[in-house]
C-alpha cells in the first residue's frame, strides 16, 4: 500500500463529526486544538490536523486557548527552547532586540514555575511575608513544570490525565519539610487508597507486543508474570534458544555469583551493567536480550546496557508489569519497602502545582482542598496581575541573570526575559533560579567557572509521555490486559490510566466509556555512555516532527489492538504528545559516574548561593522527583540572607 493509502487507513487528517464522540463539536483527529493564542508562539508541529482549532474544554467551552486542554505537541513544543537553545548556541544576542525599560521590582524573582518554582515562591512567602512582592517566570504557556495537566473531553465528559509527573511516588519518604507543604496545600496521602480503585483493573494483566521489525512478526502474547514461562514463551516469536533461557532465568533461583559474599556481589553488580549480567553472568543468549532491552527505559531513559544490574536489582518491578529475571536465588538483601504505586492525582502531580499557585492567588484556581482541585478550571488571566502580591507570568524565557554591580556588595538583581518577542526587564532583591541547571550558567555567566561546570555535569533525560483520547477501551478488556511492553515498537509500553475518582470528578470505569491511554516513549543510541544516550535523545525529539509521532501512535495501536476490533481512524479521539527533551534530572549511576564524595558532586558544588542568587530545581539534588524539587526550593530560599 502507499504511504498516502496507509495514511488515510490509519485516519491521518481525518475529521471527526459523530455527536457522540466528542460533545457533538468536530475536532480534527490527534491533534490539534490550537488556536490563536498557540499559533502565535509557533507550537503548530507537521500534522495537517494541527490546522484544526476547535476543541471543547472541561466546562465545554471553546478551548483554545486553555492550555491544560491543548493537544498535539506539547511538553517541550517549540516556541519553549527558541531563545533558550539560541543562547546556547551564542546566537541571542546579536539579534536580540533592545530592551524595554526596566521599571517593575520585586522582593523576589522564580526563574522557573515548577514545582520547585512554586514551592520556593510559598517559602519565601511564608518567610517574608504575605506581602512580600514575588515574580515567577516560565517559558511555557502554562505551569507545573513537568508537572503538567492534561485534559480531553469526549463522549460528553471530561477525562484528566498528567502531561509529566504522574504521582506522589512514596509519600512516607518525604522530608518533613515537603510533609508539611503537602499538608498545608490540603493533601491527604491517605485518602488515595479509597480514591485509586484498587479492585478495578484485577482481572488485567500484562501482554507483549511483539513487533514484526524486531522479531519477524506481530504477535501479542498475554500473561507476562502471571502464565507460568515455558506456556508464555511457547507462543513468543523467539528463537527455542532464547525461550529457554529466558524462562530459566526466571525460574532457577540459583546464585550465579556463588562463592562471594553479599558486599561483593552488590559491588560487583554495581559496576557491571544488566545486559552484561543477564548475557555474561548468568549465560542468558544474546538473542534474548531484545525481550528485556527496554525494560529499564521507563526509570532510567536508556536500555539495559546502559543500567546497571544493581539498579535494576534495587528497583524491583516496574510499571507494576515488568520483573527484572536473575536475582531471585542471589541472596542481594532486602529491597527498600515499596509504598504502593496509588499516590495519584486524575492530573498527576499537576494537582499539586495548582493547589500551590491557589495558596498564592487564590483566584486563579477556584475552590478550597484537594477534591475541588481535581475539576477547578483554572483562571489563566488572575496569575499576572499589578494587584496581587504573587504573579505568575508565562511565555517569558529568561536570558540573563545578573547583579547590579559587584555580586558581594549587590543591592539588586537585573533580570531580562523573552516575552512576546520582546525583551523586558525587573529588578530584584533575591532570584532563586529555579530552572534546568545546565541553563543556569548560560543566564548568570558570573558564576565561578567551576560552578558552571559543574552545572553542565548533569544531562536531563528525554523521554516522551503521550496520550490518547480513545472512544472506549473495549479491546483492552477483551484482551484482557492493562498493560502492555512493547520492547521493539515506537513506544515501548502502554496502558490504561490510573482508575482514580476523587471529588467530582469520576474515572471511566467501563470499558464502553471514553478513556485515556498512556504510552512511553525513551528517545536513546544503545552503546553509547548514558549521558550521550541521553544527548542523542534531545537532538531527535527536535528533530521529529508531530506527523512521525501521530503516524507511529496510530500504526502500533492498530497493530496491537486491531485483531480485537480497534480502529485507529475510528477509535482515536485526540493525542497529546508531552515532549520532555529535558526530562528527569540526572541521577549519578555507579556504571557511569565516579563515586562522589558526598560535597563533592556536581550538583552540590552547582547549587552554592552566588551573592542574591540561590539555586533549586530537582537537578539541584540530582534526584528525579517532587519531594526533591520541594527540598531544593527550601534549601535556596533557606540561604537568601535577610539583608
Ligand atoms: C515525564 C516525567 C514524569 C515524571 N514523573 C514523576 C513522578 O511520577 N513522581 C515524581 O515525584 N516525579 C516525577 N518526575 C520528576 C519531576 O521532574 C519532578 O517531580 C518535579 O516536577 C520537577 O520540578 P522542578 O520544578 O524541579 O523542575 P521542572 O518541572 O522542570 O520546572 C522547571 C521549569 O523551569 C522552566 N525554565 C527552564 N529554563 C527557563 C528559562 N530560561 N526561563 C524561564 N523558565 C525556564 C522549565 O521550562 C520548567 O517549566 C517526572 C518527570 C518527567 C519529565
Not at 72 to 88: E, P, Q, V
Not at 471 to 478: D, L, S, Y
Amino acid at each position: 500500500m502507499s504511504e498516502g493509502g496507509r495514511d488515510r487507513q490509519l485516519g491521518m487528517g481525518r475529521r471527526i463529526t459523530r455527536r457522540d464522540f466528542l460533545n457533538g463539536v468536530s475536532i480534527g483527529v490527534g491533534g490539534a486544538v490550537l488556536g490563536s493564542k498557540a499559533g502565535l508562539f509557533g507550537a503548530l508541529e507537521g500534522s495537517a490536523l494541527n490546522t484544526e482549532a476547535k476543541a471543547v474544554g472541561a466546562s465545554g467551552a471553546a478551548a483554545s486557548d486553555y492550555p491544560p486542554a491543548l493537544t498535539g505537541m506539547r511538553g517541550s513544543y517549540d516556541a519553549t527552547y527558541k531563545y533558550a537553545h539560541a543562547l546556547r548556541d551564542d546566537a541571542f544576542w546579536d539579534l536580540a532586540p533592545k530592551p524595554s525599560e526596566t521599571t517593575e521590582s520585586y522582593d523576589l524573582v522564580v526563574v522557573g514555575g515548577g514545582i520547585s518554582g512554586l514551592a520556593a515562591a510559598y517559602f519565601y512567602r511564608q518567610k517574608a511575608g504575605k506581602n512580600a512582592r514575588i515574580l515567577l517566570l516560565d517559558n511555557h504557556d502554562d505551569f507545573g513544570g513537568h508537572a503538567k495537566r492534561n485534559e480531553f473531553t469526549a463522549g460528553n465528559r471530561l477525562v484528566l490525565s498528567y502531561g509529566g509527573a504522574q504521582s506522589i511516588e512514596s509519600p512516607e519518604q518525604y522530608s518533613k519539610i515537603a510533609k508539611d507543604l503537602l499538608t498545608e496545600l490540603g493533601i491527604d496521602t491517605s485518602v488515595f487508597y479509597k480514591a485509586y480503585d484498587q479492585k478495578l483493573y484485577s482481572n488485567l494483566g500484562t501482554a507483549v507486543f511483539f513487533d514484526r521489525e524486531t522479531f519477524g512478526q506481530d504477535r501479542m502474547v498475554v500473561g507476562l508474570n502471571t502464565t507460568p514461562w515455558p506456556e508464555f514463551l511457547a507462543q513468543a516469536p523467539l528463537s527455542a534458544a532464547a525461550r529457554r533461557d529466558i524462562a530459566r532465568l526466571y525460574t532457577d533461583k540459583k546464585d550465579y555469583l556463588p562463592g562471594l559474599t553479599r558486599e561483593q556481589k552488590r559491588a560487583k553488580l554495581a559496576k557491571i551493567s544488566y545486559a552484561d549480567f543477564l548475557t555474561k553472568t548468568c549465560k542468558l543468549t544474546p538473542e534474548a536480550l531484545p525481550f528485556f532491552q527496554t525494560y529499564t527505559h521507563d526509570l532510567f531513559g536508556v536500555g539495559i546496557e546502559a543500567v546497571a544490574a544493581l539498579s535494576c536489582y534495587e528497583a524491583g518491578d516496574d510499571y507494576g508489569a515488568i520483573e527484572y529475571a536473575g536475582f531471585d536465588g542471589m541472596d542481594l538483601g532486602e529491597r527498600e519497602k515499596q509504598e504502593p504505586y496509588i499516590f495519584h492525582f486524575p492530573d498527576g502531580n499537576a494537582s499539586i502545582a495548582r493547589l500551590l499557585v491557589r495558596s498564592m492567588i487564590p483566584a486563579a484556581i477556584p475552590g478550597h482542598d484537594m477534591y475541588d482541585v481535581v475539576t477547578a478550571r483554572a483562571d489563566y488571566s488572575q496569575l499576572d496581575r499589578s494587584s496581587s502580591a504573587v504573579r505568575i507570568r508565562l511565555n517569558s524565557t529568561v536570558v540573563k541573570v545578573r547583579h547590579d554591580g559587584p555580586a558581594a556588595s549587590a543591592k539588586q538583581v537585573h533580570v531580562l526575559y523573552m516575552c512576546d518577542g520582546k525583551l523586558q526587564g525587573v529588578r530584584a532583591g533575591h532570584v532563586v533560579m529555579a530552572c534546568y541547571n545546565m541553563m543556569v550558567p548560560y543566564l548568570c555567566p558570573e558564576l565561578p567557572q567551576k560552578q558552571q561546570e559543574a552545572l553542565k555535569y548533569g544531562v536531563k533525560v528525554p523521554l516522551v509521555y503521550t496520550h490518547v483520547a480513545i472512544r472506549n477501551w473495549q479491546a483492552f478488556e477483551k484482551l484482557g490486559v492493562q498493560h502492555i511492553v512493547s520492547p521493539g515498537s515506537y513506544h515501548c509500553y502502554t496502558s490504561l490510566d490510573f482508575p482514580v475518582s476523587l471529588g467530582e470528578y469520576r474515572f471511566p470505569s467501563h470499558p464502553d466509556e471514553p478513556a485515556v491511554l498512556f504510552m512511553l516513549r525513551t528517545p536513546c543510541k544503545p552503546g553509547l555512555p548514558a549521558r550521550d544516550q541521553y544527548r542523542w535523545g534531545h537532538m531527535e525529539l527536535y528533530q521529529t516532527p508531530y506527523a512521525t509521532f501521530e503516524r507511529n501512535i496510530r500504526d502500533q495501536l492498530g497493530r496491537m489492538l486491531g485483531p480485537q476490533g480497534f480502529d485507529p481512524a475510528r477509535d482515536m479521539a485526540a493525542i497529546t504528545v508531552n515532549r520532555w527533551s529535558h526530562g528527569y534530572a540526572y541521577e549519578y549511576s555507579t556504571l557511569w559516574d565516579p563515586d562522589f564524595d558526598s560535597e563533592e558532586q556536581p550538583c552540590v558544588i552547582g547549587r552554592q548561593p552566588f551573592g542574591r542568587i540561590t539555586i533549586a530545581n530537582s537537578d539541584a539534588a540530582a534526584t528525579a522527583y517532587t519531594n526533591a524539587a520541594i527540598d531544593q526550593a527550601w534549601r535556596a530560599v533557606g540561604e537568601i540572607s535577610s539583608q
